[in-house]
């Protein structure tokens, strides 16, 4: 997009470039997508959480943006962005609609775990090279054809935790798996075109283990996909993640996002990978800071220029705010930037920090601004009500929901690896 309709303002960016010392690649995708989000997510985010309609029309204009491939590699024609880019950038999108950058973050995450992620582990070199093949298969349908992939492992019981194999199984048969099972909050579901399923390799009478996981792209038209449910929650309202259902789904060969075996290597020696729900909600803290800024300015679009900055509480509120906004900044910055395959067990635990203070911060920080602005400020004719319902939603994602990372960090700073009380 080279200029923004009517006489739309840039807003100023949630990590300047010159201050974070970003690189130029982030730079670019940032304003890029600050622009975007300004003038083409943030008019449409009331229709669909009202509706709580997926928001398809944003899929295909991010795709002429190029952010559907953001992470895809750049020999398969990609932007080629790494973790850290990724997070800058999804978190300027989530300013301006939450429901888009979360859902956004599905997509993504099937080529960054595929792509980026994929090639810091290990795997043979024959395998490699099939992974690569395979892969390039997928972005090419991304690149060229704006298809979507979506992230569906969640399935009501303890697995979406990772603390038991996945219930949904995949048994090899000629040529490809056969798979059956149940996916709940699958986002994006009768809309994304290939949902990227985390299931259990079954051979015979074998006992499901976690280190058989595999991550399978299945077509959302192939035999035996349906959609059920309705979807009427109380935030994130446009992500519609309905009900998935897989009966003796086949898929050949070639729907492998990550080799057998390498999703369970990722997730013990890549764990940032579970921070990707994050930059939606350091987006959300941002924006309910943002309005409240401009609403006690008297500057708020669509409302009378009443000025309310002159109140002692309200200054005080804000700078509560900024200081707020600023703490979860700064650790969720470094938190992103640490990621790497074999993290020390201190940037571990720092990412658990992370995720907690952003997830339940970004909420705090929305319910403040309502406090602080006052009765008009929640009318669902503004967006900081939207923002308040979206960002209670956060802390709730698995496998790092806020009672986890409390729990994993409690537990983790008292006792040493193996370490046990007689
Ligand atoms: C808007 C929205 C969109 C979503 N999109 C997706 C998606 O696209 N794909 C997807 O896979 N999932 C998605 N989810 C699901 C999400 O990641 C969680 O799986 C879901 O919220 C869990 O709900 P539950 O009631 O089954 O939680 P439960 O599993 O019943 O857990 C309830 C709480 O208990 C705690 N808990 C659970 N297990 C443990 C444990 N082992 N140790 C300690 N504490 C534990 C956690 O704090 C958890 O919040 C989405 C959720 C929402 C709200």
Same mark, same amino acid.
């Given at each position: 997009?080279?200029?923004?309709?009517?006489d739309l303002?840039?807003?100023?960016?949630i990590?300047?470039?010159?201050?974070?010392n970003?690189?130029?690649?982030?730079?670019?995708?940032?304003?890029?997508?600050?622009?975007f989000?300004?003038a083409?997510?943030?008019?449409?985010a009331?229709?669909y959480?009202?509706e709580?309609?997926?928001?398809?029309?944003?899929?295909?204009?991010?795709?002429?943006?190029?952010?559907?491939?953001?992470?895809?590699?750049?020999?398969?024609?990609?932007?080629?962005a790494?973790?850290?880019?990724?997070?800058?950038?999804?978190a300027e999108?989530?300013?301006?609609?939450?429901?888009?950058?979360?859902?956004?973050?599905?997509?993504?995450?099937?080529?960054?775990?595929?792509?980026?992620?994929?090639?810091?582990?290990?795997?043979? !070199?024959?395998e490699?090279?099939?992974?690569?093949?395979?892969?390039?298969?997928?972005?090419?349908r991304?690149v060229? @054809?704006?298809k979507?992939?979506?992230q569906?492992?969640s399935?009501?019981?303890?697995?979406?935790?990772?603390?038991?194999?996945?219930?949904?199984e995949?048994?090899p048969?000629?040529?490809?798996?056969?798979?059956?099972?149940?996916?709940?909050?699958a986002?994006?579901?009768g809309?994304?075109?290939?949902?990227?399923?985390?299931?259990?390799?079954r051979?015979?009478?074998?006992a499901a283990?976690?280190?058989?996981?595999l991550y399978?792209?299945?077509?959302?038209?192939?035999?035996?996909?349906?959609?059920?449910g309705?979807?009427?929650?109380?935030?994130?309202?446009?992500?519609?993640?309905?009900?998935?259902?897989?009966?003796?789904v086949?898929?050949?060969?070639?729907?492998?996002?990550?080799p057998?075996?390498?999703?369970?290597?990722?997730?013990?020696?890549?764990?940032?990978?579970f921070?990707?729900?994050?930059?939606?909600y350091?987006?959300l803290?941002?924006?309910?800071?943002?309005?409240?800024v401009?609403?006690?300015?008297?500057?708020?679009?669509?409302m009378?220029?009443?000025?309310?900055?002159?109140?002692?509480?309200?200054?005080?509120?804000?700078?509560?705010m900024?200081?707020?906004?600023?703490?979860?900044?700064?650790?969720?910055f470094?938190?992103?930037?640490?990621?790497?395959p074999?993290?020390?067990?201190?940037?571990?635990?720092?990412?658990?920090?992370a995720?907690f203070?952003?997830? !339940?911060n970004?909420?705090?920080?929305?319910a403040?601004?309502?406090?602080?602005?006052?009765?008009?400020?929640?009318?669902?004719?503004?967006?900081?009500?939207?923002?308040?319902?979206?960002?209670?939603?956060?802390s709730l994602?698995?496998?790092?929901t806020?009672?986890?990372?409390? @729990?994993?960090?409690?537990?983790?700073?008292?006792?040493k690896?193996g370490?046990?009380d007689?």
């Open positions: 997009m080279d200029s923004l309709p009517g303002v840039q807003d100023e960016p990590f300047a470039p010159e201050a974070f970003l690189t130029p690649q982030q730079a670019e995708l940032t304003a890029r997508a600050r622009r989000g300004k083409v997510l943030a008019p449409r009331a229709a959480d009202r709580a309609r997926f928001p398809i029309e944003n899929f295909r204009d991010m795709h002429g943006e190029g952010l559907l491939r953001i992470c895809v590699p750049e020999e398969d024609g990609g932007e080629g790494d973790f850290t880019t990724y997070c800058l950038t999804a999108l989530g300013r301006y609609c939450g429901a888009t950058a979360l859902s956004w973050n599905m997509h993504v995450c099937s080529t960054l775990w595929s792509g980026l992620l994929s090639e810091d582990l290990e795997m043979p !070199e024959e490699r090279a099939a992974h690569r093949a395979r892969r390039a298969k997928h972005y090419a991304i060229q @054809d704006g979507i992939y979506s569906p492992f399935e009501g019981g303890a697995a979406a935790a990772g603390a038991i194999a996945f219930g949904t995949a048994r048969v000629e040529g490809g798996y056969l798979i059956n099972g149940k996916k709940i909050f986002s994006l579901s809309s994304a075109d290939y949902y990227g399923i985390l299931c259990t390799e051979v015979g009478e074998e283990s976690r280190r058989n996981t399978l792209a299945v077509p959302a038209d192939a035999p035996g996909v349906s959609v059920v309705d979807w009427d929650p109380l935030g994130m309202r446009g992500t519609v993640s309905r009900t998935l259902l897989l009966k003796d086949f898929v050949p060969e070639d729907a492998m996002l990550m057998r075996g390498v999703y369970f290597q990722a997730a013990g020696r890549w764990p940032h990978m921070m990707t729900l994050t930059p939606t350091m987006g803290a941002q924006a309910a800071y943002d309005f409240t401009s609403y006690l300015r008297g500057e708020l679009p669509g009378p220029p009443v000025k309310r900055r002159m109140f002692p509480t309200k200054q005080i509120a804000v700078a509560e900024r200081i707020m906004l600023e703490q979860t900044k700064a650790l969720w470094q938190a992103i930037r640490e990621a790497r074999d993290p020390t067990r201190e940037q571990v635990q720092r990412a658990y920090a995720q203070t952003v997830m !339940e970004a909420n705090a920080l929305a403040k601004a309502i406090r602080t602005c006052g009765g008009q400020a929640m009318l669902k004719s503004l967006p900081l009500e939207r923002i308040y319902r979206d960002s209670r939603c956060g994602m698995l496998p790092w806020a009672e986890i990372c409390l @729990d994993r960090l409690g537990r983790d700073t008292l006792y690896p370490e046990k007689d």
